[in-house]
């Protein structure tokens, strides 16, 4: 099963990190959590890692469809996306796909809920390709 969206760009990480949040803002997403692998890596269990950090992306509608649908769905929220170095000169981003809570929950109402996510995370991810 795949559960990654994901896109390689030839850009340097702190620029495209900056991208993403815009992009995931133009598709209605705020970043309500910023996790910062490699920092906490280094200070925890003093291994290198390349820059890497989670953004927990949110787009209120969806999320409150989401768990209006099924209460559990707050386990896969908010909507996961990472942003990691690929080398000197390249990033990758990627999203967790949404259609995994459809296959994870039984709620019939998650489906849409899903696909609009899925569709809107997908355009954030196309708006950075181009």
């Given amino acids: 099963m795949s559960y990654a969206m994901t896109i390689r760009l030839s850009a340097g990480f702190t620029p495209t990190v900056e991208r993403v949040r815009a992009a995931l803002k133009e598709q ?5 959590t910023e996790i910062d692998m490699r920092a906490t890596l280094r200070e925890k269990l003093g291994v290198d890692l390349e820059e890497y950090v989670i953004l927990g992306a949110c787009n209120p509608p969806l999320a409150h469809r989401a768990v209006e649908a099924d209460r559990n769905i707050g386990l896969l929220l908010p909507c ?16 967790l796909d949404p ?3 459809v296959q ?15 569709r809107r995370l997908r355009a954030a991810l196309d708006a950075l390709s181009g």
């Fill in 104 to 118: 994870l929950s039984d709620a019939a109402e998650l489906r849409a809920v899903a696909d609009e996510a899925t």
């Fill in 99 to 101: 259609q995994v809570m």
């Fill in 28 to 32: 209605g997403f705020g970043v309500l």
């Fill in 80 to 95: 996961n996306v990472v942003v990691r170095a690929d080398g000197p000169d390249a990033t990758l981003v990627q999203a």
